[in-house]
């Protein structure tokens, strides 16, 4: 079966970096594009970004370009997402989601990772 | 970027009632590239409905979408306890945006 299985919980220092990763298996992992969505405490869903694991092609939100870099490992079947320059409104629960082969709605989802930013 | 509304914030209805959310985009949906999600507290969200009605592997029958252009509405026929949750509504026609969220509490 699909499954996505994302990193453990980080804790983070306004202005650092964090580097979370999203490991997929049951499925060709160069077939279907990853996104990575943000949730806020207590908000709705935001979208980040779009990877094509094959190629590496990307794609980003605007209001998050510049600081986010998605990447992939094919010999890992592990995408990455790199968010740079953190402050206290980046908290919050990031997932990756797979979608469909045909379309960007999001078929599966990984189980999400906290990140705090705190001084 | 297309602008997703949900209404009615929080939908307070009871088990056997059956529920109608609604998401209108700001601008009409040349396809219908809608899809609905259900998140619990503390899970990941689920995909329920694609393509503005289809539904996705495992979802009940009590569960259907329907709509197009601008207006875009999900319906649970019969509410049962496992269905108290948020549901999001999500565009890809145009990159992808999300809703910001009907809350369905038990009255």
């Known amino acids: 079966q699909v499954q996505l299985v994302q990193s453990g919980a980080e804790v983070k220092k306004p202005g650092a970096s964090v580097k979370l990763s999203c490991k997929a298996s049951g499925y060709s992992f160069t077939s279907f594009y990853v996104h990575w969505i943000r949730q806020a405490p207590g908000q709705g869903l935001e979208w980040m970004g779009i990877?094509?694991?094959?190629?590496?092609?990307?794609g980003y939100a605007r209001k998050f370009q510049g600081r986010v870099t998605l990447t992939s490992d094919t010999s890992t079947s592990t995408v990455y997402m790199d968010l740079s320059s953190l402050r206290s409104e980046d908290t919050g629960v990031y997932y990756c989601a797979r979608d469909a082969s045909h379309a960007e709605y999001l078929q599966h989802w990984g189980q999400g990772t906290l990140v705090t930013v705190s001084s | 970027e297309i602008v997703l509304t949900q209404s009615p914030g929080t939908l307070s209805m009871s088990p056997g009632e059956r529920a109608t959310l609604s998401c209108r985009a700001g601008q009409s949906l040349a396809n219908p590239y809608l899809a609905w999600y259900q998140q619990r507290p503390g899970q990941a969200p689920r995909l329920l409905i694609y393509?503005?009605?289809s539904r996705a592997t495992g979802i009940p029958d009590r569960f259907s979408g329907s709509g197009s252009g601008t207006d875009f509405t999900l319906t649970i026929s019969r509410l049962e306890a496992e269905d108290f949750a948020v549901y999001y509504c999500?565009?890809?026609?145009?990159?992808?945006?999300f809703g910001q969220g009907t809350r369905l509490e038990i009255k």
């Open positions: 999500q565009q890809y026609e145009n990159s992808l945006t």
């Open positions: 990877i094509n694991p094959g190629s590496g092609a990307t």
């Open positions: 393509g503005a009605s």
